[in-house]
């Protein structure tokens, strides 16, 4: 090994019961060694099998980890995942760590995407993870309301997300999305509702999303449209209502639909009926010819 890759003293000889290796692990194995898992943590179902369908997981310095009697300490999750995918992984594995060494295992905060597209080289990571989730959730239902909730069985692991924002930042002009969402983030649209809007938005140009934008957040005058809206917002603040962010995405699209045609809204305009004997359907946005 090249030495400037070793910072610190090798005392590798002073531990002659730890081995370590790098195996193969096929589902047989995943199984034989699950069988020792005699004390850990409640398994989750992370996504380690969609990773490993995906042909995404790489040697990447994680180990499995055994006690010096046996026991698993660390890896029944990628285990499980290895069965569940039927497919086999490359993975460091330590032998002979002490039993009581596992308190200290796994208590360090998960990467996250936003994490992992900093590490990537691109900015303003934290609202780029929350657009590419919302936007991910829209292109695989087809309609822009599911991007404002999440449900629970529709998931997407980090690794899925990531491969979405390196295959489409450039194409989908993630970035330039990103740039507006952040001029016209408030404390009650987050990230993810103003991304899908704005991906909606830009198919009318640049310049109409540039002076939208420039009136939501105050840098010009708002039009009469605008104004509406902001009165709108305002008053409804501090609304817990869990089905808000489909409501106020409506009422920002309308606005949207009423300032590109020239024609007013009035506070009874800015509404969605989700519910009753005549269920309102989600407006689209309005696109320029």
């Not at 369908?53 to 698993?72: R, Y």
């Not at 002490?98 to 609202?127: C, F, H, K, W």
Request: aromatic letters at 8%; charged letters at 25%.
């Amino acid at each position: 090994m090249n030495d400037l890759y070793t910072y610190g003293q090798d005392v590798t000889s002073e531990h002659p019961e730890v081995k370590i290796t790098i195996e193969v692990i096929t589902p047989d194995v995943a199984q034989r060694m699950l069988k020792s898992n005699v004390h850990n943590r409640k398994m989750k179902r992370a996504g380690y099998v969609q990773d490993m369908l995906d042909g995404a997981w790489e040697l990447n310095g994680s180990s499995i980890v055994f006690s010096d009697t046996g026991a698993l300490l660390d890896g029944q999750n990628r285990l499980m995942a290895c069965i569940r995918a039927n497919k086999p992984f490359v993975t460091v594995v330590v032998r002979g760590i002490v039993a009581t060494a596992q308190e200290s295992m796994d208590i360090g905060a998960a990467r996250t995407l936003s994490d992992m597209l900093t590490l990537r080289g691109y900015p303003n990571a934290i609202t780029l993870a929350s657009v590419t989730a919302a936007l991910a959730r829209v292109d695989r239902h087809g309609k822009i309301e599911a991007g404002f909730y999440k449900i629970a069985s529709d998931t997407f692991t980090r690794r899925q997300l990531l491969r979405y924002v390196e295959e489409n930042y450039e194409s989908m002009e993630l970035g330039k999305i990103v740039n507006y969402t952040k001029r016209v983030l408030t404390k009650f649209e987050p990230a993810s509702l103003w991304g899908v809007l704005i991906r909606e938005m830009l198919k009318s140009g640049d310049a109409n999303v540039e002076e939208f934008i420039k009136q939501i957040n105050g840098t010009t005058t708002p039009s009469p449209q605008v104004f509406q809206l902001l009165k709108k917002l305002t008053k409804n603040r501090e609304s817990t209502k869990t089905e808000q962010k489909k409501i106020i995405a409506a009422w920002i699209i309308k606005t949207w639909n009423a300032w590109m045609k020239g024609v007013p809204v009035t506070p009874n305009t800015l509404r969605l009926t989700l519910g009753g004997a005549h269920p309102e359907n989600f407006p689209t946005v309005y696109v320029a010819e």
